[in-house]
């Protein structure tokens, strides 16, 4: 896909989201990105990649474990942007298991995956309404889902379910 002058949507921008910005925005790719509590570092990264590859770039909020927060984030960034032309999934909660695994910390565990989830789903139906092609979904999942490390249950099945969503929704 040719990313020059296309607008990819990286949730999760902090550490390594970042160099994914950089590499997107030095391809000469608008970057939006999102952040949950890192604001400031992200309006930083947004501000380095705006100066160095002289493309547009933006920060938005973002709580995946919130519908209300992914809708208005496809919202905003349509209004202020145009169309999301690419979604590198990104954000994630890397935790360890707790001692005692109740239905609540399942919730828990899978709400950030779920949320990406309902970014990609929507992401897809709003491309398919626009009868856009090539319009990717990329998502860093973790090599321990195939590799798992111990104690870490929770996080690995939620990247595997959201690894596995993806694939799915490919045959949509």
Known sequence: MELKGKTILVTGGRRVGQ????????????VV??????????????DHLMQIHRIKAAAYALDLTNERS??????????????IDGLVNMA????????EITA?????????SSGAILL????????QRRKARN????????WAVDHPYAGYDLYLASKAALRHYLMALQTT
Do not use: H, Y
């Not at 160099?19 to 608008?30: K, R, S, T």
């Not at 319009?135 to 973790?142: E, K, R």
């Open 120 to 127: 990609s789903r929507w992401f897809a139906e709003e491309a």
């Open 19 to 30: 160099g994914v910005a950089d590499e997107i925005g030095g391809a000469g790719a608008n």
């Open 70 to 83: 992914i809708r208005a984030l496809l919202r905003d960034v349509t209004k202020d942007c145009g169309s």
């Open 135 to 142: 319009a990717p979904i990329v998502s860093f999942i973790d």
């Open 92 to 99: 994630s909660s890397f935790t360890a298991d707790p001692k």
């Open 33 to 46: 990105m999102t952040f949950r509590q890192s604001r400031k570092e992200i309006v930083q990264a947004v």
């Open 104 to 112: 609540a910390e399942v919730r828990a565990a899978f709400s950030i």
